[in-house]
């Protein structure tokens, strides 16, 4: 067990929908809205970036502990994220692009394997597991799926 490989907390925002947030915090709503998802730090919670942090020091022990050997890492929705976003170099337009077009399954697994160039490459991403389905809000109103 890990604790850098928690789920993103999502502080006071944590168990409500967007409605709900709009609805209960409607300040924390327009924040988000104006910083844009990846930077948005909810009050008691992390943004994107503070994850992505949180998983740079883990590849840094895995790199450490276990190099040339295989690592299993298990974990939730904005860290997998975030380790794509720092193991292929991605800007925030694409990863978030791909957040929203490829939602992670719930049991999925996704997967890499070195390069010539001691880099890893994307094998499989958001390969389900059986039959459990995607966890995903409904857009909003006026939103795009």
């Not at 929908?17 to 930077?39: D, H, M, N, S, V």
């Not at 998983?55 to 904005?78: C, K, M, P, T």
Request: hydrophobic share 35%; charged share 30%; glycine share 8%.
């Amino acid at each position: 067990m890990d604790e850098r490989l928690r789920e993103r907390d999502l502080g006071v925002m944590d168990g409500f929908t967007r409605k709900g947030i709009e609805a209960q915090f409607p300040e924390e709503a327009e924040r988000r809205t104006r910083l844009g998802k990846f930077y948005h730090r909810p009050a008691g919670g992390e943004s994107w970036c503070d994850v992505a942090l949180r998983i740079r020091s883990v590849l840094a022990d895995i790199r450490a502990e276990y190099d040339g050997e295989n690592v299993w890492v298990f974990s939730h929705q904005a860290t997998i994220m975030s380790f794509r976003y720092v193991l292929e170099s991605l800007d925030e337009p694409t990863l978030l692009t791909i957040d929203a077009e490829q939602p992670l399954p719930n049991c999925s697994m996704t997967s890499y394997e070195p390069d010539d160039d001691g880099g890893l490459d994307l094998i499989r991403y958001a390969a389900a597991v059986g039959d459990a389905p995607t966890t995903r809000e409904p857009p909003a109103d006026g939103e795009g799926a």
